[in-house]
């Protein structure tokens, strides 16, 4: 088992940066695959960035891509997503997810997920 604590939300204006970090502990962190969701008010939780474990692999959706950066330091055991150019739609609760994986597997399926962290607030002002 692997517990999971986000760090790093906040306020932030429209063009501005956030570094979010997914702090872990228990199991070994490099078995698992590492992925950022979020979820806005009144819409459903949405896939933002994963990592394989080695780090190799990553991947985005559209909405995101060019602006988020996932990230993971296996030695310090944490993930981290950094978020430049937000804009208004960005701001959501943010959660950071580790999945059991085989070497350089990733996934964008939040079902995937075992574990997840408490969640962070990401908020943009325009």
């Known amino acids: 088992q692997v517990q999971l604590v986000e760090s790093g939300g906040g306020l932030v204006q429209a063009g501005g940066s956030l570094r979010l970090s997914c702090a872990a502990s228990g199991r070994t962190f490099s078995d698992y695959a590492m992925g950022w969701f979020r979820q806005a008010p009144g819409k459903e939780r949405e896939f933002v960035a994963a990592?394989?474990?080695?780090?190799?692999?990553?991947d985005y959706p559209d909405s995101v891509k060019g602006r988020f950066t996932i990230s993971r330091d296996n030695a310090k055991i944490t993930a981290y997503l950094q978020m430049n150019s937000l804009k208004p739609e960005d701001t959501a609760v943010y959660y950071c997810a580790a999945r059991l994986s085989s070497w350089g597997l990733i996934s964008t399926n939040g079902h995937d997920y075992n574990y997840w962290g408490q969640g962070t607030q990401v908020t943009v002002s325009s």
């Open positions: 990592i394989s474990r080695g780090g190799k692999n990553t």
